[in-house]
């Protein structure tokens, strides 16, 4: 066994000759095979789980898919995972895959290296099926919308994904937008400002739902009342504060605007420290919205106001579909779909 255990392709039959089985033992002990046909006592199954173990033998996934078996593994891409939406819906991934028996494999894809890798990858453990925050800019090229199509059964999480076939779970964040401005409106404010991290389709729909309330509404939005900045601005410690003071001093100083809607609850969080700093108060000289209820939500002063996305939802709708039509064979069951926000109203508004 101690030669064994350093080759470099350990096959089932060396499985079998250590552990003193059948090789139709260690193939049913292993991927399952023989359901029904095979009998294996607790105690040599426990054996040659050992010995697999020891031998450091993997099954051949790709191959057992080849030969119409699950593998039970899901995959899930990210091109940034300090994404807090990402971290949430990881959470949810995680627990809901695995109440279904379902191991689900990570990746972070932020270059056309890492993807081409992550999908060899997931292809080469034959997954069922593959989960992505595919709408994000790093996925738009068209090099890379061909690596993510050799993924089987590709769901968009929280967007709509430029790759071929792929089915989108997507947020209505036109709608959550539009939610906030009526709020904020109905509560006397009159200038209402929107902070957007890029030019991305998420944004895009933003704005577009910040103009459409701002019109059903009677009112006109000026330039000034839009904000784009950058992803990477959240991160960029330590001129943050610097960063959110000069936003202080433009929306709030120089064109007065008396609301805030931000991109996401931390970006919200440090508005909220900066307006402290100017000896502001949230929220009778600015009110502050925050997005995607995260949960530094609960923990600000005030507590923040903001638009809901409802995670939970969009995960276990992922996972099963995934799991529906993997283990019936059935692509038919996989339907792209919109979830509605709802707004949270906290302290902030």
């Known amino acids: 066994m101690a030669r064994l255990r350093h080759l470099s392709n350990v096959r089932m039959v060396d499985v079998a000759k250590a552990a003193g089985c059948s090789r139709a033992a260690v193939t049913h002990v292993l991927t399952g095979a023989g359901e029904g046909q095979i009998r294996v006592s607790d105690e040599k199954a426990r054996l040659i789980r050992k010995v697999a173990k020891q031998l450091n033998f993997h099954p051949n996934h790709a191959a057992q898919q080849l030969m119409g078996k699950q593998s039970m593994a899901l995959g899930l891409i990210s091109a940034n995972w300090r994404e807090p939406l990402h971290l949430r819906a990881f959470y949810w991934l995680q627990v809901l895959s695995a109440a279904r028996g379902y191991q689900l494999l990570t990746a972070q894809c932020a270059t056309l290296a890492e993807t081409q890798r992550t999908v060899q990858h ?6 069922d099926g593959a989960m992505a925050f595919a709408e994000g800019r790093e996925f738009h090229a068209p090099v890379v919308r061909e690596c993510l199509a050799q993924l089987p059964l590709l769901v968009s999480l929280f967007g709509r994904s430029c790759v071929p076939g792929a089915t989108s779970l997507e947020v209505d964040e036109a709608d959550g937008i539009r939610q906030a401005v009526e709020h904020l409106h109905a509560q006397g404010r009159r200038k209402i400002a929107l902070l957007l991290e890029e030019k991305s ?3 895009t729909r933003r704005r577009n739902g910040f103009t459409r309330a701002h019109r059903e509404l009677g009112l006109k939005v000026k330039p000034e ?6 992803k990477t601005w959240l991160w960029s410690l330590p001129d ?3 960063q959110v003071d000069a936003q202080v001093e433009r929306l709030v100083i120089q064109h007065r605007v008396d609301a805030v809607i931000a991109s996401n609850d931390y970006v919200a969080a440090f508005m909220l420290a900066g307006l402290a700093r100017r000896g502001l108060c949230v929220p009778r000289d600015v009110a502050v919205v925050g997005c995607e209820n995260d949960l530094v939500s609960h923990h600000t002063t005030p507590a923040l106001t ?9 995960a276990e709708a992922a996972v099963g579909m995934l799991a529906a039509a993997a283990e019936r064979g059935n692509l038919e069951l996989l339907q792209s779909r919109a979830f509605k926000p709802t707004l949270l109203i906290r302290g902030t508004t």
Do not use: A, C, K, M
Not at 122 to 127: A, H, K, T, V, Y
Not at 225 to 230: K, L, P, S, V
């Open 122 to 127: 997931f292809r080469s453990r034959g997954i």
């Open 201 to 203: 389709l998420s944004s």
């Open 225 to 230: 009342q839009i904000f784009i900045g950058t």
């Open 240 to 242: 943050l504060y610097e």
């Open 306 to 314: 903001t638009i809901n996305f409802p995670v939970h939802e969009v």
